[in-house]
T-cell receptor
């Protein structure tokens, strides 16, 4: 398996534009997590899905952020409109079950810069 | 909410020396995970500890969870350049309200630099 695949690896966009980050989890994994990493706040959980259903989105910073998982092999994180403070590395991770007792595999991340 | 404090924030160690990184939780841990991140890359799973007093080793890295399940240490013996990176501890609390996230909460990481 190629692991968790995220695209794009790098994204530079202007403030106000819509940004869509994509994630393909490992085949067979039923839990998917979106994280955001910044120097100031470290790694923060944004939202996670179990069997394609959003379980908890309390980490999503505001209404400008939305995430979907239309099927077991694809998820998107959308920011509309984007702001400079959204600049961060966004990671997607997947696992066979919820975190307890299982390892989660991380993608390489998408480095987002909003100018 | 679950908070994890890692110490030190950064560490510079001469190659061949031993080192220890600590992770302290404000609440009892259900499970404690150690990940390593190389700069600009994703996280690589190292170990998971679940039982009080548990200790696991992988190559030259040993991780322990204390009996109270609120503190973990990561120890590297005879450090090598390949050990350089950011080490993150992550945890799931024992009790959560049901409305909280089931994903891991991470510490801010320890930046490890190995000097030749």
């Amino acid at each position: 398996d190629a692991g968790v695949i995220q695209s794009p690896r790098h994204e530079v966009t202007e403030m106000g534009q819509e940004v869509t980050l994509r994630c393909k989890p490992i085949s067979g994994h039923n839990s998917l997590f979106w994280y955001r990493q910044t120097m100031m706040r470290g790694l923060e959980l944004l939202i996670y899905f179990n069997n394609n259903v959003p379980i908890d989105d309390s980490g999503m910073p505001e209404d400008r952020f939305s995430a979907k998982m239309p099927n077991a092999s694809f998820s998107t994180l959308k920011i509309q409109p984007s702001e400079p403070r959204d600049s961060a590395v966004y990671f997607c991770a997947s696992s066979l079950a919820r975190w307890a007792n299982t390892e989660a595999f991380f993608g390489q991340g998408t480095r987002l810069t909003v100018v | 909410s679950q908070e994890l404090e890692q110490s030190p924030q950064s560490l510079i160690v001469q190659e061949g020396k031993n080192l220890t990184i600590n992770c302290t939780s404000s609440k009892t841990l259900y499970g404690l995970y150690w990940y390593k991140q190389k700069y600009g890359e994703g996280l690589i799973f190292l170990m998971m500890l679940q039982k009080g007093g548990e200790e696991k080793s992988h190559e030259k890295i040993t991780a322990k969870l204390d009996e109270k399940k609120q503190q973990s240490s990561l120890h590297i013996t005879a450090s090598q350049p390949s050990h350089a990176g950011i080490y993150l501890c992550g945890a799931v609390p024992v009790l959560y309200s049901g409305g909280g996230a089931d994903g891991l909460t991470f510490g801010k990481g320890t930046h490890l630099i190995i000097q030749p």
